[in-house]
């Protein structure tokens, strides 16, 4: 009877360890095109794991689709969460095809510009059905009062996410991080550079604090 019962305890805890860990929580990494989300998404992937997201550019739309980075676990001051880095295209309300003239030929314009409207769709198929919580990426040289950060906003807040606003770019001389406090007061704004690596102490304690 003991060994029975010795037996039945130790798989129950083997089962409550297993039940207890959580699925890596989905965060999506979202905001308007060249705003530096995959330059963000790459310098959280390289400090916790060593490997990079994708592609950056200065190009708009060099991210066209979804791309995920997963199992990054995050730890700062005690505390610590394990994510699923999304980092999805920027979206917007118009791809024009002669945005792009200036780097490639029309033929490849049309293409990169197809491509990018459908980015635009899966990132909001990802918002809507498939993220956990948004870190939203504004460039602070840039008026964050736009109909795109407007409604995308808004959409996470009816979907009840939670969402941590970035306030990236702070390296450049026209940043204005209070330009973004006063238009999203509702939500916490983090100052960084992720292109120069500022202020990413302060990042990764809100990520694992805010998602953990």
């Known amino acids: 009877m003991g060994l029975f019962t010795e037996l039945?305890?130790?798989?129950?805890?083997?089962?409550?360890?297993?039940?207890?860990e959580e699925e890596p929580k989905r965060i999506g990494i979202y905001g308007p095109p060249n705003a530096g989300k995959t330059t963000l998404a790459n310098r959280i992937a390289r400090d916790w794991t060593?490997?990079?997201?994708?592609?950056?550019?200065?190009?708009?739309?060099?991210?066209?689709?979804?791309?995920?980075?997963?199992?990054?676990?995050i730890e700062r001051n005690g505390k610590s969460v394990t994510i699923d880095i999304v980092d999805t295209p920027g979206v917007t309300t118009k791809v024009?095809?002669?945005?792009?003239?200036?780097?490639?030929?029309?033929?490849?314009?049309?293409?990169?510009?197809?491509?990018?409207?459908?980015?635009?769709?899966?990132?909001?198929?990802?918002?809507?059905?498939?993220?956990?919580?948004?870190?939203?990426?504004?460039?602070?040289?840039?008026?964050?009062?736009?109909?795109?950060?407007?409604?995308?906003?808004?959409?996470?807040?009816?979907?009840?996410?939670?969402?941590?606003?970035?306030?990236?770019?702070?390296?450049?001389d026209e940043a204005s991080v209070k330009r973004i406090e006063d238009a999203f007061p509702q939500h916490k704004t983090v100052p960084l550079s992720a292109k120069e690596g500022?202020?990413?102490?302060?990042?990764?304690?809100?990520?694992a604090e805010y998602f953990g």
Do not use: C
Request: glycine fraction near 4%.
């Open 96 to 172: 024009d095809y002669e945005e792009f003239t200036d780097e490639m030929d029309e033929d490849d314009a049309i293409r990169r510009s197809r491509e990018a409207t459908e980015g635009v769709a899966e990132a909001m198929h990802w918002l809507r059905e498939d993220v956990d919580g948004v870190i939203y990426v504004l460039d602070s040289a840039e008026d964050p009062i736009t109909q795109v950060n407007t409604m995308l906003i808004g959409i996470i807040e009816s979907r009840d996410l939670p969402v941590l606003i970035f306030a990236n770019k702070i390296d450049l």
């Open 198 to 207: 500022e202020n990413m102490d302060e990042v990764y304690a809100n990520i």
């Open 50 to 73: 060593g490997d990079a997201v994708g592609a950056e550019s200065h190009i708009p739309h060099e991210t066209r689709r979804a791309r995920r980075k997963e199992n990054v676990e």
């Open 8 to 20: 039945k305890d130790s798989i129950s805890r083997v089962t409550d360890r297993l039940f207890a």
